[in-house]
């Protein structure tokens, strides 16, 4: 059985290395020709961040499957060694044990990504006393919720036969929950949330909430040009807790008009019911990875040497979690997508098709996005159209320069 998961793990890096290694030959290849939808200066910038990305994602790889061969021949019996077999304290002294080994191995790509890349890009704003404090918060936040949640699982594994089923309905539970109280509980920890300021953009999205019978607990705006200058805004939470929210980077970048178009973008996700059809999609995503690795079978804990206590049994489902993800991923991308083309049409209908086409335009350039990927890239990762087809799903053609905004910008170049 170690030899099948081995072979499986295997299988998954190569898989992911390859499929970086044909984006960066594609956008390095493309990148020369003429540009679309950017500037031609920011559309070679936009390769070259997107080539940098996805080298560091190969890095990443490589770093993964070393950790992966670790764990497998010396890892988990020296943990086990460790912390112990009995009781509930040495199982989750494991689970932690792993996670924090994990975390502590990959800390130095995300600090690579956060204050290299993504600065030398000029997106990353973060200093380093915001990312040990952003940093040390959710590690508590970790420290508690998940010593409850597994503190839940262990005790299911030590005392019920089809644990998996029950994990599952914990898990499945939590992630309800963290919809629900994300919006007013846990992002607030980290951004500044305060009531829009200007009354008429507010009139005009609680219009279009109206529209489509859509009751939120207030409209805000936070802070993140403190860490990116990326625009975003989204509608957050389940039932009394949803708000809509919209980055200060996008109020800056977006007129009143434009802004309302996205937002139309995003209720149609909200008319459409795209929350819940995303929730049941994780679901089914759980309960089929509960379900295999719950039972796999008491043989591979004796090839891996170790004893199969609640802990271990965790943090094999946690090491393989990124195998079933990457599986998954294609269904998950291509039901998103075909979401993402519908709320399109709703925003469209809502905020007017110009004014969505030409806000999808100045997201485009201000998050440096490059407009093209390999279909092979697309096909596993990509969760939203390539923006080049919504645009034309919307009626964009660049032959006819009906995007004068990109003037704008060409001359903003020069």
Not at 158 to 172: H, K
Not at 205 to 218: A, Q, R, T, Y
Not at 259 to 275: F, N, P, R, T
Not at 348 to 361: C, F, M, T, Y
């Amino acid at each position: 059985m170690l030899t099948i998961l081995m072979g499986l793990f295997t299988l998954y890096t190569l898989i992911k290395i390859y499929v970086s290694v044909m984006q960066i030959g594609y956008i390095s290849d493309v990148k020369r020709e003429d540009s679309i939808l950017l500037s031609p200066a920011k559309y070679v910038v936009a390769g070259n961040y997107a080539i940098k990305k996805e080298r560091l994602a190969i890095a990443e790889s490589f770093l993964e499957y070393l950790i992966f061969l670790v764990w497998v021949f010396v890892g988990f019996k020296w943990l086990q060694n460790l912390t112990g077999l009995e009781g509930l304290s040495s199982s989750l002294l494991f689970i932690f044990g792993y996670i924090v080994i994990n975390f502590l191995a990959g800390l130095p790509f995300d600090i690579y990504r956060v204050f290299k890349l993504d600065k030398s890009f000029n997106f990353s704003k973060t200093t380093p006393k915001l990312y040990i404090i952003d940093t040390i918060k959710s590690s508590l936040i970790f420290l508690v919720i998940g010593g409850a949640i597994f503190s839940a699982i262990i005790y299911i594994i030590d005392n019920f036969s089809n644990w998996w089923f029950y994990a599952f309905l914990i898990v499945f539970t939590f992630i309800i929950f963290v919809n629900m109280l994300y919006p007013t509980l846990i992002a607030p920890m980290f951004n500044k949330f305060k009531p829009i300021e200007d009354i008429e953009l507010k009139n005009d999205i609680e219009k279009i909430m109206k529209s489509v019978g859509l009751d939120s607990n207030g409209i805000f705006t936070i802070d993140a040009s403190k860490r990116d200058n990326r625009l975003n805004a989204y509608f957050g939470g389940l039932g009394n807790s949803k708000r809509v929210v919209l980055y200060d980077t996008l109020l800056e970048k977006l007129n009143k008009s434009e802004i309302v178009a996205i937002l139309g973008h995003e209720l149609g996700h909200y008319s459409h019911k795209d929350i819940f059809k995303n929730i049941a999609t994780i679901g089914v995503f759980l309960f089929f990875v509960l379900s295999t690795i719950g039972n796999l079978p008491e043989s591979l804990f004796l090839e891996l040497g170790i004893v199969a206590t609640a802990g271990v049994k965790l943090a094999v489902i946690m090491m393989l979690l990124p195998v079933f993800s990457f599986i998954y991923m294609p269904i998950m991308g291509l039901l998103s997508r075909h979401n993402e083309y519908e709320a399109d049409k709703f925003g469209a209908k809502i905020g007017g098709k110009q004014n969505l086409i030409n806000a999808l335009l100045k997201l485009v350039n201000e998050n440096k996005s490059f407009p093209k990927s390999h279909p092979i890239y697309i096909f596993f990762y990509y969760t939203h159209p390539p923006v080049l087809e919504r645009l034309k799903a919307l009626g964009y053609s660049e032959s006819k320069a009906q995007d004068s905004i990109i003037l704008d910008f060409l001359n903003a170049d020069n």
